[in-house]
């Protein structure tokens, strides 16, 4: 018993292979390959969303290390300015009695002088 070949062209089975036959046979390879593409592009745009959001992950997770580093070290400086700031408001204070005492006393060397 010999097997027949079948052509795979032959889509109705008739033993003849049409130019129409030829045709469809052949657009529905085309369609095929067309399927595995657009799947392939698919899947390929899929891992790269899926390393976009891990970079991006990344990056955000990098970015709040960034933001509370910065935050801490403003922190830090406005702490130090508001010391330097109430230690010159103290020197300030302290200038400021002093020339009022030098002031007092010159008031009264004058008042004194006229009383004499």
């Given at each position: 018993?010999a097997?027949?070949k079948?052509?795979?062209?032959?889509?109705?089975?008739d033993g003849?292979?049409?130019?129409g036959?030829?045709?469809?046979?052949y657009a529905?390879?085309a369609?095929e390959?067309?399927?595995?593409?657009v799947?392939k592009v698919?899947?390929?745009v899929k891992?790269d969303a899926?390393d976009?959001l891990?970079?991006?992950?990344?990056?955000?997770?990098k970015?709040?290390?960034?933001?509370?580093?910065?935050?801490?070290?403003?922190?830090?400086?406005?702490?130090?300015?508001?010391?330097?700031?109430?230690?010159e408001?103290?020197?300030?204070?302290?200038?400021?009695?002093?020339a009022?005492?030098?002031a007092k006393?010159?008031?009264?060397?004058?008042?004194?002088k006229?009383?004499?």
């Open positions: 018993m097997e027949e079948v052509n795979p062209m032959d889509l109705n089975g003849k292979v049409t130019l036959e030829k045709v469809q046979y529905g390879k369609g390959k067309v399927e595995e593409s799947k698919y899947e390929g891992e899926k976009a891990e970079d991006a992950k990344v990056l955000a997770g970015a709040k290390e960034k933001a509370k580093d910065v935050y801490a070290k403003a922190s830090e400086k406005a702490k130090d300015i508001y010391a330097d700031a109430k230690e408001i103290a020197d300030a204070k302290e200038d400021l009695a002093e009022a005492d030098k006393a010159k008031v009264n060397d004058i008042l004194n006229d009383d004499k």
